[in-house]
């Protein structure tokens, strides 16, 4: 069986579907058990966004796997870090005498 380029790629694209919907369904698979663990508040979303996936596999971009909202972002978390180093330093610095 041959293949036109076109049915080669519509293949390709339902495969790359077929994927984000098996994500899709991890993240749906992942949020009940952590409510069913401890009731946080956290949507499917968070874990991955199914819509966004599917937006950019249709633009046939490589990264749609990482549709998932950063929970915490890093760079943030690292300069707050700092900031608050520095602004405690004020408050251990020790003045000896009586």
Same mark, same amino acid.
């Given at each position: 069986?041959?293949?036109?380029?076109?049915?080669?790629?519509a293949?390709? &694209?339902?495969?790359?579907?077929?994927e984000?919907?098996?994500?899709?369904?991890?993240?749906?698979?992942?949020?009940?058990?952590?409510?069913?663990?401890?009731?946080?508040?956290?949507?499917?979303?968070?874990?991955?966004?199914?819509?966004?996936?599917?937006?950019?596999?249709?633009?046939?971009?490589k990264?749609y796997?990482?549709?998932k909202?950063?929970?915490?972002s890093?760079?943030?978390?690292?300069?707050?870090?700092?900031?608050? &180093?520095?602004?405690?330093?004020?408050?251990?610095?020790? &003045? &000896?005498?009586?």
């Amino acid at each position: 069986m041959s293949w036109t380029p076109r049915e080669y790629s519509a293949f390709i &694209k339902g495969a790359q579907h077929r994927e984000v919907d098996e994500y899709q369904y991890s993240a749906r698979s992942a949020l009940f058990n952590r409510v069913a663990q401890n009731r946080k508040t956290i949507t499917e979303k968070k874990l991955f966004d199914a819509e966004k996936a599917h937006k950019r596999v249709e633009r046939e971009s490589k990264d749609y796997k990482d549709s998932k909202e950063t929970l915490v972002s890093l760079d943030r978390y690292r300069k707050s870090k700092e900031a608050m &180093k520095e602004y405690l330093k004020q408050f251990t610095t020790s &003045k &000896k005498g009586g």
